[in-house]
Nanobody
Framework: QVQLVESGGGLVQAGGSLRLSCAAS????????VGWFRQAPGKEREFVGT???????YYAASVQGRFSISRDDVKMTQYLEMNGLKSEDTAVYYC??????????????????WGQGTQVTVSS
């Protein structure tokens, strides 16, 4: 199987930036599509963004233009660069990976592997 471990979460002021990392281990050759979800307190988990193995990206409207996903398939690590952070970005962020190749994988059920989550708190 595949294990995903996030890092880089923390406390940041509104308007600031943060970069999350997600390192994959195990049978990483299975990974095609990667992405991120988040869950704010008292809310349902929601899609943030996704990237195919070929580099195509798709983002939720709420983060479009502020967040950016990248991946290093040599290091088997994906990243979520977050700029212009707002208080409403406060959430636990989960990295995900799928064995399938999907261009706009917004649904949780498309992802086979999940990280444990990392807390991001944006203070206003």
């Amino acid at each position: 199987q595949v294990q995903l471990v996030e890092s880089g979460g923390g406390l940041v002021q509104a308007g600031g930036s943060l970069r999350l990392s997600c390192a994959a281990s195990g049978r990483t050759f299975l990974i095609r599509t990667v992405g991120w979800f988040r869950q704010a307190p008292g809310k349902e988990r929601e899609f943030v963004g996704t990237m195919t193995r070929s580099g195509r990206t798709y983002y939720a409207a709420s983060v479009q233009g502020r967040f950016s996903i990248s991946r290093d398939d040599v290091k088997m690590t994906q990243y979520l660069e977050m700029n212009g952070l707002k208080s409403e970005d406060t959430a636990v962020y989960y990295c995900v990976a799928s064995r399938g190749e999907y261009n706009m994988a917004t649904r949780e059920m498309l992802y086979d592997y999940w990280g444990q989550g990392t807390q991001v708190t944006v203070s206003s």
